[in-house]
């Protein structure tokens, strides 16, 4: 009544009135909520109601963290984002004692205790996100841009990254599935730092992840920003270690996510290393699914004729740009090789699917060897462009331009060779399926 009608002075007076110490104590933890409403209202009201959130920290029993912790989130942010100069180091000392408060609660280590939340741990991880996405978005659309940087948005920065990593290192380890989750915004804000994707999915259970997580848009958004890095990135360094975090992601999905994020990144990557890799990591599910007690449908069955399908097409049909293509492909030919030696798994797996599976073996072939043979009479054909044209132009000029003539010549013949070789490598594997396949009919004749 006295927060209703303003009047912050009298309920203070009550508050600290000894008379009401056990209802105060017992109850007091209720009146957070409203007072912490009140203080962004009301100025003239601030001081008392100050006093009064002050008392009820200090008085109140013990509550479900919550009912303390979500209110005074909700007014430090508005105050924090208030401030100019000094709102990083206060930022850091707000996140270090509600860090200190959270550290002392149990956490949940199954889903059934995660969905209760008894101790309102996972509500208030999720207030805590929720606190710190005004100052994340600050350095977000701050990011990059000297002109509008300062010592304060580097303190910013920095107070954020610490929050990351206490998050990350305290407790990934016994709450991992809800703390990648809640974190996969901030991952895909601060991709450049891979390690903390990295570290973030250590205590993953490798095959635990499920598909509803890929169907989040933060999730989405840090695969294709690591498929950014993949291909654009100049250093290295950095397409390699994001070629070991793709890895690792992968390794966390069930088999079922993994069908489908497969599948998402055959059809978005746009890029023959990325899909050459992919491939690479479905001949190995297959592999790893034909195990005993590892079978599933997704690599062992029905639904991965429809992945096979995707893995083997070829954009363009027989006229795709075989070269540009080759990683893809080559690995599409070593997934039909390895399915054509084990043919007696998948045949008492599925008679049918077997069937299927060896119809989509022979479209592909048939594509294939129409593929090769138009490409290489394309290269061969320029060749003989290129020498008739070397020899016209040449005969009569100077030496100096007929040195010029003769090097970019040569240049070029070196890139038809090349390409001649590599038609050769994809006609020497297409061979060798079909030798196999020759094999295996004589073995069962």
């Not at 200190?100 to 101790?119: A, F, G, I, M, N």
């Not at 350095?139 to 920095?158: A, F, R």
């Not at 084990?342 to 299927?356: L, Q």
């Not at 060897?369 to 000029?397: C, F, H, P, V, W």
């Amino acid at each position: 009544s006295c927060i209703a009608q303003g009047d912050a002075a009298q309920l203070l007076t009550f508050l600290q009135d000894v008379r009401n110490k056990e209802i105060v104590q017992s109850m007091g933890c209720g009146l957070l909520a409203p007072l912490a409403n009140e203080m962004t209202k009301k100025e003239k009201t601030l001081v008392q109601c100050e006093m009064a959130m002050t008392h009820l920290t200090m008085v109140a029993m013990y509550q479900p963290l919550p009912i303390k912790v979500i209110p005074l989130l909700c007014i430090s942010s508005k105050v924090l984002l208030r401030m100019g100069e000094g709102r990083a180091a206060s930022l850091d000392s707000a996140l270090s004692s509600i860090q200190k408060q959270l550290s002392r609660l149990p956490v949940p280590y199954t889903t059934q205790l995660e969905e209760s939340d008894q101790y309102g741990l996972c509500r208030s991880c999720s207030a805590l996100t929720d606190f710190v996405k005004p100052f994340v978005e600050e350095v977000k659309g701050k990011y990059g841009k000297k002109s509008s940087q300062c010592l304060e948005d580097q303190e910013l920065n920095d107070v954020l990254l610490k929050l990351q990593h206490i998050q990350i290192s305290v407790i990934i380890q016994h709450f991992p599935r809800f703390i990648l989750q809640s974190n996969m915004e901030y991952i895909n804000l601060l991709l450049s730092r891979q390690e903390l994707y990295a570290r973030s999915l250590d205590s993953v259970e490798d095959g635990s992840l499920t598909v509803d997580l890929l169907e989040l848009k933060t999730f989405y958004s840090v695969q294709q920003n690591l498929r950014h890095i993949l291909i654009e990135c100049p250093s290295q360094k950095l397409r390699e270690r994001s070629l070991l975090v793709l890895q690792y992601f992968i390794n966390k999905l069930n088999s079922k996510a993994k069908h489908r994020f497969f599948r998402c990144m055959l059809k978005t990557s746009q890029h023959s290393g990325i899909e050459g890799y992919i491939v690479k990591n479905i001949k190995n599910q297959v592999e790893f699914s034909m195990k005993p007690g590892n079978e599933n449908e997704w690599f062992f069955g029905v639904e991965f004729i429809y992945l096979l399908e995707q893995a083997l097409s070829l954009p363009q049909g027989a006229e795709t740009y075989l070269l540009q293509n080759m990683d893809r492909i080559m690995e599409g030919l070593n997934l039909l090789r390895y399915l054509l030696i084990r043919d007696k798994e998948w045949k008492s797996k599925s008679a049918a699917v077997w069937e299927e599976l060896c119809r989509i073996k022979d479209d592909h072939l048939k594509m294939m060897r129409l593929g090769i043979t138009m490409s290489r009479t394309y290269y061969i054909n320029e060749a003989k462009t290129l020498r008739e044209d070397y020899k016209l132009k040449a005969r009569g000029r100077n030496c100096l331009l007929t040195n010029i003539l003769f090097n970019r010549g040569t240049f070029f013949f070196q890139v038809i060779q090349n390409a001649l070789v590599s038609f050769d490598l994809m006609e020497s594997l297409i061979f060798r399926i079909e030798e196999i396949k020759d094999e295996k009919a004589k073995s069962v004749n």
